[in-house]
């Protein structure tokens, strides 16, 4: 029996409590604790996380405003951005973050939770984003502390003030992001590569879900047999046998983030692929999370365009919770062959045989996502998407999509959740 810690997260975005969802069956009751929105917690505390939230989702949304919009944004960028790995430097030296983030720790903010959880036994402290980590040390948590690596490389404010004499834990979905928090300051023995931590629900105890679900997904992706002739013993050997035919229609699931920001691209993909859709050649699904307001906006253009949004046209996924909305997306996954986002923690899907479709990224941490998802073979950036009917069924005539899907699923890393309990276990 894996040993229970307290998984940690903030509901700040998806990208954080994705991850910390995945790890579910690790925490104390399989409850993930929020640091910025627990019960109990002071209204001091809370006020520092809803001034830093409502910041964020400001500046993502007015990123689209002419002129004035980017230049804002790229200065809030530039608190986040990741330096270039070359030359190989020291680069432990602290930042922006480190000297906005200690000062208010020196005030209190974070002591409440801390203390809270330190009366439990000691248990490890997991986090999926890097303050609460810090919060931990700072206030001599007794237990372990680890932190969860979200994106593919990183800047240098997930390593805290003096990275030398920390005793935080890494788990790293990536070599890259091992090699940064090496040059960050942090020893080697707390650095653990062990892949992101993808939902073992849709991936089976050994692969038995994803392998079936592949099949069917390279059959949608490669209808002219393109790849699969050229590919066919790598594929059964990989894979097994495969089905006459898929189990569903060629779907697309297109994942607004967290603020909302590109959830316009979303109905243009509607737009340009409905006549696909209205003779059941597509299946769109449009991600709204756990925001209101874009699954009605989703809702009216679907209405204006005259689709039926039902499950076999389009689907729209909806929660009023982050628990329920993760069930309900990764429910979807499995029926889904493409999956079109900004490259965020979603990058990592690929390794579930996904292809992904590169949006526009929104931030420093996700050009290095589509810097990582591009130099492996797992995604393509989008094309011209008033042209879509073009590009996109070439790359299916062609087996690209298919090929996509492969790399992704032979070299991605599915296992994270596993290594993450066995070394917590340890």
């Known amino acids: 029996m894996h040993k229970k810690a307290w998984v940690i997260s903030i509901n700040m975005g998806y990208g954080h409590q994705r991850t910390a969802y995945a790890l579910r069956d690790l925490a104390v009751g399989k409850k993930i604790i929020n640091a910025n929105d627990y019960k109990g917690i002071p209204k001091g505390d809370k006020n520092v996380w809803e001034g830093s939230r409502r910041f964020y989702e400001f500046v993502s949304r007015f990123k689209k405003a002419p002129f004035i919009g980017k230049i804002i944004f790229s200065l809030f960028d530039a608190t986040q951005r990741i330096t270039e ?8 030296q602290s930042n922006f973050t480190q000297k906005r983030t200690y000062p208010l ?38 237990g372990d502390i680890y932190c969860v690596v979200c994106d593919a490389d ?11 004499q920390s005793r935080i834990k890494y788990f790293a979905p990536t070599k890259r992001v091992v090699d940064r928090l090496v040059l960050y ?10 892949g992101y931590p993808l939902p073992m629900e849709i991936i089976g105890k050994r692969l038995e879900k994803v392998k079936e679900d592949l099949k069917h997904r390279i059959l949608n992706l490669d209808p002219w047999a393109v790849y699969q002739k050229k590919y066919g ?9 495969f089905p006459s035919k898929a ?27 409905r006549d696909n859709i209205s003779n059941g050649e597509v299946k769109v699904i449009l991600v709204a999370g756990t925001k209101k307001k874009i699954k009605e906006y989703f809702k009216e253009e679907i209405e204006k365009l005259k689709i039926s949004p039902s499950q076999e046209r389009v689907e729209i996924i909806f929660e009023e919770t982050f628990e329920k909305y993760f069930d309900s997306f990764n429910s ?66 062609e087996g690209r999509l298919a090929e996509m899907a492969l790399e992704g699923f032979i070299e991605g890393e599915q296992m994270g959740v596993l290594r993450i309990k066995d070394i917590i276990g340890k």
């Open 85 to 92: 790995f070359y030359p190989k430097r020291d680069l432990s």
């Open 105 to 142: 720790f020196k005030r209190g903010w974070g002591r409440h939770l801390i203390n809270k959880l330190s009366a439990k036994n000691g248990r490890p402290f997991v986090s999926t984003f890097y303050t609460p980590a810090f919060m931990a040390e700072y206030f001599n948590y007794p």
């Open 154 to 164: 990183i800047s240098r404010g997930w390593a805290p003030l003096k990275p030398g």
């Open 185 to 194: 300051g942090i020893k080697k023995e707390n650095i653990f590569l062990t």
């Open 233 to 241: 013993g790598m594929l059964k050997e990989k894979l097994g046998e």
């Open 247 to 273: 189990d569903h229609p060629l779907t697309i699931m297109f994942a607004v983030g967290g603020a909302g920001a590109q959830k316009e691209m979303g109905v243009n993909v509607l737009k340009q692929l």
């Open 332 to 397: 979807a996954l499995r029926k889904t062959d493409i999956l079109w986002t900004k490259p965020s923690e979603l990058s990592f899907y690929s390794a579930l045989g996904l292809p992904i479709i590169i949006a526009p990224t929104i931030g420093s941490q996700e050009e290095f996502n589509r810097a990582w998802l591009l130099s492996s073979g797992f995604g393509a950036e989008e094309e011209n998407t008033d042209f879509i009917k073009d590009w996109l069924f070439d790359w299916l005539k």
